[in-house]
């Protein structure tokens, strides 16, 4: 069905916020999936030169050292980025990690949660993020017509709202890597290899959604020994990777078993907890010490520590950079567009009835299958009033804050804060805001 893996044609990359602590990884799960997703070039593309450089060097030695033959650069001109290319990787953090912090510190200061993607502080993201991001959608459409963004740059709700409200004919595709993250856990808990042995049934918005069905291949149900589980357990495993290792991602994975007893039909997503869960995650937080700073005093100083050192021994033999096992949906989905694949992807995607009993114009994630001309979406059929009313509210909230960017209404803003569950009263939704918007002057659009 797909295209056989000899007639397959070389790709040429972009990889948009290419100063990311994710670059290096990716880069090198590009470079270890060459026999199936054949690469031609791979550009870097980041406003920040310095940020983006540091990467950049590292990653130009693991290239040449592991397959030369790859053509690689680094540009901060969104012309020559965006020139020539098929795929366009899109990881951008608008406001880097000082402005996660931010949107993490303000509203935890008036005792809401305070996290990147949910809640005020995902809203701020959001208004951070759709212009530049809308930005790269037209340098693409102009210079690289028939290429593709796979988008996985936060707040992704928000993010794929204003994309179908203002570029809605655009070719891009918005995806989350968390649903795969989770299956990943439940493939390691139920003993398989990987959650390619099982196909899913999902629906809900972006970092709000629930999954109703896990069967292998030869139809087995495998929910009933997943449950059995988590209702002990929650997510938490013997074996967890990467960023999953560390402690506040751990209490993440436990709290799967409190939203578990809440629905018991279904597994949840973990991002649930910060809105059905707010005052015990707020009780559980260091306010002055959010993810954040985690991230800043972990993650990214240890990258910047080894982009560095593999500079300064000229080779990267050693490197503990590596391929991202989770960071292979990346690949995936952009083999089944390249290559008609077709196999089935969690996409956020505009619902047109796939949820029968919610809106058509809200934007959902759901499975869907991916091939040469894109996505078609899997219907979904009707869903429960429990769910039903959680997503009403929660897109509610997005769609105000894509028209608040749209309108710089103070308002709507006000109102998307309000809307938003993780948020106890009118008041202190206008406290948060009002410090949001000087935490965010250089960013935001200006609101009256
Ligand atoms: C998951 C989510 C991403 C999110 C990330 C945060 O992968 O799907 O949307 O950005 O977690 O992880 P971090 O380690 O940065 O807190
Ligand atoms: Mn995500």
Same mark, same amino acid.
């Given at each position: 069905m797909s295209v056989p893996v000899e007639k397959r044609q070389k790709q040429r990359i972009v990889i948009a916020g290419g100063g990311s602590t994710y670059t290096a990884g990716i880069i090198t799960m590009l470079l270890e999936n060459n026999d199936v997703f054949p690469i031609e070039s791979i550009k870097l593309y980041d406003n920040f030169a310095e940020r983006q450089e540091r990467v950049a060097k590292a990653c130009e030695i693991i290239i040449r050292e592991r397959l030369p033959q790859v053509k690689f650069s680094w540009t901060t001109d969104p012309v020559e980025a965006f020139t020539d290319v098929d795929f366009v990787m899109a990881q951008i953090r608008v406001g880097l990690f000082a402005m996660r912090e931010q949107d993490e510190h303000i509203p935890f200061k008036h005792g809401c949660?305070?996290?990147?993607?949910?809640?005020?502080?995902?809203? +701020?993201?959001? @208004?951070?993020?759709?212009? %530049?991001?809308?930005?790269?959608?037209?340098?693409?459409?102009?210079?690289? $017509? !028939? +290429?593709?963004? @796979?988008?996985?740059?936060? %707040?992704?709700?928000?993010?794929?709202?204003?994309?179908?409200?203002?570029? $809605? !004919? +655009?070719?891009?595709?918005?995806?989350?890597?968390?649903?795969?993250c989770l299956e990943e856990i439940f493939a390691r808990i139920l003993g398989k290899k990987s959650r390619k042995e099982f196909d899913v049934r999902y629906y809900g918005l972006n970092h709000f959604g629930w999954w109703t069905q896990i069967r292998d291949h030869e139809g087995n149900d495998l929910m009933p020994e997943l449950?059995?589980?988590?209702?002990?357990?929650?997510?938490?495993?013997?074996?967890?990777?990467?960023?999953?290792?560390?402690?506040?991602?751990?209490?993440?994975?436990?709290?799967?078993?409190?939203?578990?007893?809440?629905?018991?039909?279904?597994?949840?997503?973990?991002?649930?907890?910060?809105?059905?869960?707010?005052?015990?995650?707020?009780?559980?937080?260091?306010?002055?010490?959010?993810?954040?700073?985690?991230?800043?005093?972990?993650?990214?100083?240890?990258?910047?520590?080894?982009?560095?050192?593999?500079?300064?021994?000229?080779?990267?033999r050693d490197t503990w950079f590596a391929s991202n096992e989770h960071a292979m949906f990346i690949v995936d989905l952009a083999c089944a567009l390249a290559f008609n694949t077709q196999e089935r992807f969690l996409l956020i995607v505009p619902n047109n009835g796939a949820i029968e009993n919610f809106s058509a114009d809200a934007m959902v994630e759901i499975p869907c299958i991916v091939g040469k001309d894109g996505y078609e979406p899997l219907s979904v059929g009707k869903i429960p009033t429990f769910q039903k009313g959680l997503m009403e509210q929660q897109i509610a909230s997005e769609k105000l804050a894509v028209e608040a960017w749209l309108e710089g209404s103070y308002q709507k803003l006000w109102q998307s804060f309000m809307m938003n569950k993780s948020v106890p009263s009118a008041k202190i939704a206008k406290d948060i805001l009002d410090?949001?918007?000087?935490?965010?002057?250089?960013?935001?659009?200006?609101?009256h």
């Open positions: 949660v305070g996290q990147e993607t949910c809640g005020p502080g995902g809203i +701020a993201y959001g @208004l951070r993020t759709i212009g %530049p991001l809308i930005e790269m959608i037209d340098y693409m459409e102009k210079y690289s $017509p !028939d +290429a593709w963004m @796979l988008n996985y740059s936060n %707040p992704a709700a928000i993010v794929a709202e204003a994309c179908r409200v203002l570029r $809605p !004919d +655009a070719r891009v595709i918005n995806i989350c890597d968390m649903p795969v449950m059995a589980y988590v209702k002990e357990h929650g997510y938490e495993e013997h074996t967890p990777q990467g960023q999953h290792k560390e402690s506040s991602w751990l209490e993440t994975m436990r709290a799967a078993k409190d939203l578990y007893a809440m629905d018991p039909t279904v597994l949840w997503n973990t991002y649930l907890k910060y809105y059905l869960m707010a005052p015990e995650t707020v009780a559980h937080s260091d306010p002055f010490y959010t993810r954040a700073n985690e991230i800043m005093d972990r993650r990214e100083k240890d990258t910047t520590e080894e982009c560095e050192r593999i500079v300064a021994a000229g080779t990267a410090d949001m918007i000087e935490a965010n002057k250089d960013y935001w659009p200006e609101l």
